[in-house]
Antibody, heavy 119, light 107 residues
Framework: EVQLVESGGGLVKPGGSLRLSCAAS????????MNWVRQAPGKGLEWVSS????????YYADSVKGRFTISRDNAKNSLYLQMNSLRAEDTAVYYC????????????WGQGTLVTVSS | AIRMTQSPSSFSASTGDRVTITCRAS??????LAWYQQKPGKAPKLLIY???TLQSGVPSRFSGSGSGTDFTLTISCLQSEDFATYYC?????????FGQGTKVEIK
C-alpha cells in the first residue's frame, strides 16, 4: 500500500525557517517524481514544487522561488521541503504528492502537515 | 503561468442530478488536464487524467472531456458521496496550476 507521511509542520514566526519531510513507503520511491502542494485555510490547491526521480529536474512556483528548496534522498525514501524567509501567506497545509507517471497528475497524496506563520 | 478558470465556483444540486463543471485554460494545454475531488479535511483524490481517462477505482458516473483550452467534468447521476469540491489541474507546463475549485453542495 502506498503511504506518504508528512512531518515537520508547526508554528513559526515571519522570516523564520522550517523543514518539512515526507516518508514514502509501499512503492519504489526512486522511480517517481514527487511534488509539494499546499492549501491555505479555506482556500484552493496551489502547486509548490516538483522534483524528478533522480533530482535532475526541479521546478518551483513563482510564489516560493528563491525561498523554498525541494530535495529528496532515494536511499531513505524521503522527500523534503526547506522553507526559508517564511511569510504569513505561506500558512497552509502542505501535502506530499506522488506524480503518477512523470508528467504531472498526482495519484497519491499524504495527509498533509500544517504550517502556520504568525508572530 | 497558465491560468485555470473553473465555473461555476459553487452550486447546489440534488442526488440523481447530472452535473457539469467547466475548466478553461488561458492557453492551449492539449489534453494535459486532471480532475480531483476533495472532501473537507481530506487530501484530494485523482478522478481523471489526460482530460478523459478515468483513474482506476473511480466510478464510471464520472467522465471528462475536452482538449486545447476548454474542458468539462460530468457526473452523470450525482450520489450523496459526490458532494465535495472539485479541482482541475494543468500539467502541460512544468509550472503546474490548479483551478480555484468548484464546490458542489446539497440542494
Amino acid at each position: 500500500e502506498v503511504q506518504l507521511v508528512e512531518s515537520g509542520g508547526g508554528l513559526v514566526k515571519p522570516g523564520g525557517s522550517l523543514r518539512l519531510s515526507c516518508a514514502a513507503s509501499g512503492f519504489t520511491f526512486s522511480s517517481y517524481s514527487m511534488n509539494w502542494v499546499r492549501q491555505a485555510p479555506g482556500k484552493g490547491l496551489e502547486w509548490v514544487s516538483s522534483i524528478s526521480s533522480s533530482s535532475s529536474y526541479i521546478y518551483y512556483a513563482d510564489s516560493v522561488k528563491g525561498r523554498f528548496t525541494i530535495s529528496r534522498d532515494n536511499a531513505k525514501n524521503s522527500l523534503y521541503l526547506q522553507m526559508n524567509s517564511l511569510r504569513a501567506e505561506d500558512t497552509a497545509v502542505y501535502y506530499c504528492a506522488r506524480d503518477s507517471d512523470g508528467s504531472g497528475p498526482v495519484d497519491y497524496w499524504g495527509q498533509g502537515t500544517l504550517v502556520t506563520v504568525s508572530s | 503561468a497558465i491560468r485555470m478558470t473553473q465555473s461555476p465556483s459553487s452550486f447546489s444540486a440534488s442526488t440523481g442530478d447530472r452535473v457539469t463543471i467547466t475548466c478553461r485554460a488561458s492557453q492551449g494545454i492539449s489534453s494535459y488536464l486532471a480532475w480531483y475531488q476533495q472532501k473537507p479535511g481530506k487530501a484530494p483524490k485523482l478522478l481523471i487524467y489526460a482530460a478523459s481517462t478515468l483513474q482506476s477505482g473511480v466510478p464510471s458516473r464520472f467522465s471528462g472531456s475536452g482538449s486545447g483550452t476548454d474542458f468539462t467534468l460530468t457526473i452523470s447521476c450525482l450520489q450523496s458521496e459526490d458532494f465535495a469540491t472539485y479541482y482541475c489541474q494543468q500539467y502541460y507546463s512544468y509550472l503546474q496550476t490548479f483551478g480555484q475549485g468548484t464546490k458542489v453542495e446539497i440542494k
